[in-house]
T-cell receptor, first 117, second 114 residues
Framework: GAVVSQHPSWVICKSGTSVKIECRSLDFQATTMFWYRQFPKQSLMLMATSNEGSKATYEQGVEKDKFLINHASLTLSTLTVTSAHPEDSSFYIC?????????????FGSGTQLSVL | SQKIEQNSEALNIQEGKTATLTCNYTNYSPAYLQWYRQDPGRGPVFLLLIRENEKEKRKERLKVTFDTTLKQSLFHITASQPADSATYLCALPYGSSNTGKLIFGQGTTLQVKP
């Protein structure tokens, strides 16, 4: 099946710094990728839809200036958490659809655990 | 608003038994429903998709049913094994258009004891 690679797997940063998370589709092109956030023992919450070559669309309540998304190529989307604070500590997961096959299912990256001190 | 509910309590069963997980939804008529498996600290992995015109779908030891009248899906794992221990998430398409977005339930954690 299609593979989505996410990097880094975990990151610890100081409050006020920015953190960039990369999401790559390794063997397929993804015009659309999705970014989710998951707090412990809670469901995945959709943050935004990353669109190749255009602006991301954000879900209600998600600050677009806080979570910058760039989708510059058909295989790479990045999420930058700007001026991170302890409340941004969470598990961030990206996903994409492989439009070559049954395209309703999502392929997920392995996630990034962000801890802000 | 659209709502998905899964039993938040962990399900503990003995190896070899059948595990049955439930997913209920409200305010929604989805064209399909999906089930994913998530291991601790990992991203979800797709398991099965069932469409609104399908009553049942099988894949190896997995079986999913979809009752659009009851607005419920049941996920069964037969002959369960300790390796099946994980959190299982149901997911529905988000909104009416084919955007690819999914909304997830909170998941049910399954623990299979040897």
């Amino acid at each position: 099946g299609a593979v989505v690679s996410q990097h880094p797997s975990w990151v610890i940063c100081k409050s006020g710094t920015s953190v960039k998370i990369e999401c790559r589709s390794l063997d397929f092109q993804a015009t659309t990728m999705f970014w989710y956030r998951q707090f412990p023992k809670q469901s995945l919450m959709l943050m935004a839809t990353s669109n190749e070559g255009s602006k991301a669309t954000y879900e209600q309540g998600v600050e677009k200036d806080k979570f910058l998304i760039n989708h510059a190529s058909l295989t790479l989307s990045t999420l930058t958490v700007t001026s991170a604070h302890p409340e941004d500590s969470s598990f961030y997961i990206c996903s994409a659809r492989d439009l070559r096959g049954q395209n309703e299912k999502l392929f997920f990256g392995s996630g990034t655990q962000l801890s802000v001190l | 608003s659209q709502k998905i509910e899964q039993n938040s309590e962990a399900l503990n069963i003995q190896e070899g038994k059948t595990a049955t997980l439930t997913c209920n939804y409200t305010n929604y008529s989805p064209a399909y429903l999906q089930w994913y498996r998530q291991d601790p600290g990992r991203g979800p992995v797709f398991l099965l998709l069932i469409r609104e015109n399908e009553k049942e779908k099988r894949k190896e030891r997995l079986k999913v049913t979809f009752d659009t009248t009851l607005k419920q899906s049941l996920f069964h794992i037969t002959a369960s094994q300790p390796a099946d221990s994980a959190t299982y998430l149901c997911a529905l398409p988000y909104g009416s258009s084919n955007t690819g977005k999914l909304i997830f339930g909170q998941g049910t954690t399954l623990q299979v004891k040897p």
